[in-house]
């Protein structure tokens, strides 16, 4: 073993094991990498940390800013409510549905791409559906690492493979040639998943999934406005497709029992008790709208309309006063949307409700007391003015834009487009994605700044593990590693030798890339087919579904996009993928040669 090889085994070791222990944020883990290699001299300083140029993390980067502008028209929102009614009938019921869509998508187009583009898919269904983040994200990951096995374009680990075997003097992989494998492969991997999810994933909240104030629950009213939608359908729609809390129906001046069976009508007003984030859903609906008080509505398209919570301190002079007493749209030009009880007075009961506390007047009419918490919309130098002479204490600032539903269209074609790009490879990754990126901004679909507001450590992870994998090419570590299998091909015999090739590109591919990892083992399982005397192709394939099984770590790209928002450890991937792995490589090294013999 030369000097470079150690070097780059011990900065491989010392990456996982950072990784593994997370005392330091993992960005910071990452960045070790290339420091490493490039002060030791393994790689020269441009080589180090060439992966920051890489086409590859540039089109991640641009990926998700363009999710940004998906998520900023309401697209996101709108397939993330229709996959949400499968949460609903269970958190299971939520990850076969996307499971199943994802690993349909990623047989013909690239895992990362597939990946990024349901991740805020994902994420909208999870938060609708109330059902955990981190429950649902690992197996979305995993799905488009298992359709990528099915086709030749699943994934590009497959394209290196075939051009590697034609180059050996091996036939290509065809179109389909992989799929009586691979089809039993990912319905045995999504099962799997499935069966383990309640007891292996884990149950943690991402940022921004809860509320970082105390919760609140907010009463506020809902009307539904002229053409909507669910005019003329049930009230059912409302409480248990979209998931409200509807404590009552005002209609013609009437408070009614909320029966589910009953049909909506334009101008019905809907008494919803929601959390801020829930509340904060209705105002992207179009068909809904939350009812603020008697005042100026302010505008919702406007730059510096933002919303606050602000709590009625004591000595207000709105203690014991309604809003509508008060005059308090028309003294301040903010709009009232809803409002949370102080917890000495509990929420207000269905009786008070149907009693016709609201009546037709809405929250305005409900006297507040000290303690109460008030959603005000409105611009920013008029909420300031709330807060002076003591009327109301403004809490925080609620993140919450308005949706753009007429560049919808623009910025799912702008989307679909760069998908389109990069499964046809029409230009480089990182033109696609760059120029992608431009046309949303370009379009209005997405603010500049919040396309840029993405988890820049993505895009780090990555370009640091390119490093560590060009290190292990060039100095032939990995090929290093690999050799240490040659003495014992003859001991294991053809299906154990089949699986140690397997097992050795599932540990490679952790620090190197899937094709990486291919291409180093491939001419190593060419060589032992050779000395047993039998076929190359069977070793090959293994190889291949090897490469995509990199499901112990979180360093394959697919997972890596995952690991921020579903707020994940090192560990959760190693209790997850470890049995996963073991479970899917036996079922290779059974299923293998029944298709491809010796």
Known sequence: M???????????????????????????????????????????????????????????????????????????????????????????????????????????VSNTVT?????????????????????????????????????????????????????????????????????????????????TARFLLPRREAEGEA???????????????????????????????????VLALVRGGATLEPDPAVPLSEGDALVVEEDRLDLLRVLDLRGLEMRPDAGPRAPPAREDVILVEASVPPGSSLVGRSLADAFFAEHFGVDALALARRPAIQRLTRAQLLGGLFGTSSLTTVPLAAGDVLLLRGARDRLRGVSDG????????????????????????????????????????????????????????????????VDWRVALLIACMLALGTAMESTGAGRYVGSLLMPVAHVLGSRGMLLALMVATVALSAPMSNQAAAAVLLPIAAGVAEQLGVSARPFVIGVCFAASCSFITPLEPACVLVYGPGRYRFTDFVKVGTPLTLLLLAMLTALIPLRWSF
């Open 2 to 108: 030369t000097l470079p090889i150690a070097i780059t085994l011990g900065v491989l070791v010392m990456a996982l094991v950072l990784f593994a222990i997370e005392r330091i944020p993992l960005e910071v883990s990452a960045l070790c990498i290339p420091a490493a290699l490039a002060v030791t001299g393994v790689l020269a300083p441009d080589r180090a940390f060439a992966g920051f140029a890489d086409s590859i993390v540039i089109f991640e980067f641009t990926l998700l800013a363009m999710t940004q502008g998906l998520a900023a028209t309401g697209v996101i929102q709108g397939a993330g409510q229709r996959l949400a009614a499968l949460g609903r009938r269970g958190e299971g019921a939520l990850q076969l549905g996307l499971m199943a869509l994802v690993t349909a998508v990623s047989s013909v």
């Open 115 to 195: 990946v990024a583009a349901f991740l805020p898919v994902a994420i909208g269904a999870a938060d609708r559906a109330r059902v955990v983040r981190s429950k649902v994200l690992i197996p979305v990951a995993y799905a488009a690492m298992l359709g990528g096995t099915l086709t030749l374009v699943g994934t590009s680990t497959n394209l290196v493979v075939s051009s590697l075997m034609q180059r050996s003097g091996l036939a290509g992989l065809g179109f389909a040639e992989l799929t009586p494998v691979a089809a039993p492969f990912a319905l045995a991997g999504i099962a799997f998943v499935l069966l």
């Open 211 to 245: 509320d970082v104030l105390p919760a609140r629950e907010y009463l506020a009213e809902v009307v539904v406005v002229q053409s909507s939608p669910y005019a003329g359908r049930p009230l059912s729609e409302v409480t248990r497709g979209l998931g409200l809390r």
């Open 390 to 453: 003591g009327t109301l204490a403004l809490l925080a600032n609620v993140e919450y834009r308005p949706i753009r539903h007429r560049k919808a269209l623009v910025a799912l074609a702008i989307f679909l487009a760069v998908l389109v790009g990069a499964a046809t490879r029409a230009l480089p990754y990182g033109v696609l994605g760059t120029v992608g990126m431009l046309a949303m901004i370009a379009t209005r679909c997405v603010d500049a700044r919040q396309a840029f507001k």
